[in-house]
């Protein structure tokens, strides 16, 4: 009996002791893989967007707090955590947002002087209900842009760095005749080599014109000298025919010439 109570008694300490340990096992899982903790706030935040930027800033709490393409952003911890919501709903991002390097670690004293690098910032407080419907319009129109972010006489230095409008236009059109210009050079050029080669072809043909007609002009030479041999002892044979006619002709009139000298001395006497 006394062995029986003394293993209930063990076995009740063993289970008493092990309950803490995996109380505070549970504990540390869930503080290591912790989400942000909550931010406690007065009542609905109120964000101001920050000059040069899209990106909306919620002032009046002690920790970082955005507004930026759709979705609430706050670091936590050397993380970075994001939701579409700004007081639940935060997960892990992976990475750093790109947003966040142009945001002055300074920029809540600005707000505080309202003033802005030097200028004064006329900004004013919106219902962050406003900002969650308006954002990708007033980003699409470049509405901030239109009313200088509320800052008296400050130009955005990366912003003005960009040409206008005109000048961009007008740009646009040097480009395209520059493009033209170098399209119809080439263009120009197979011309002028179309003329050099059809000149060239034309020296070619005249030279064959040429070539063709000293060939025939020589062809008719050569015809005519080959006509005048073959002509010539056919003349000579004509001429020997004609000869004897003519001897006979003449030996005729001789004998003619003589009958009469004899008839007009017989006339005399």
Known sequence: MKKLIFGTLVLAFVIVGHVPTMARADVDVHIGIGLPLP???GGPPRLVVLPGTY?????DI???LFFHNGWWWRPWQGDWYRSRHYNSGWGYYHGFPSFYRGIPTYWRNDYRNRRW???R???QPIHYREVERNWSNWEKNKHWDQKTWGVQGWRDQRRSQQPSRGVQQQRTQEKGKVHQQRQAVPQSRDAHQQD???QQRNRERGKLEQQSRESGQQSREGQQQYSQQQQGPHDKEKGKQRNPESQQD???QQQGQHERGKGEKQDRR
């Open 39 to 41: 931010i406690v706030f």
């Open 55 to 59: 990106v909306y800033g919620v002032p």
């Open 62 to 64: 002690e920790v970082d």
């Open 117 to 119: 690098e030097g200028h």
């Open 121 to 123: 910032w006329n900004y």
């Open 196 to 198: 050099i080669q059809q």
């Open 250 to 252: 003449q030996s005729q």
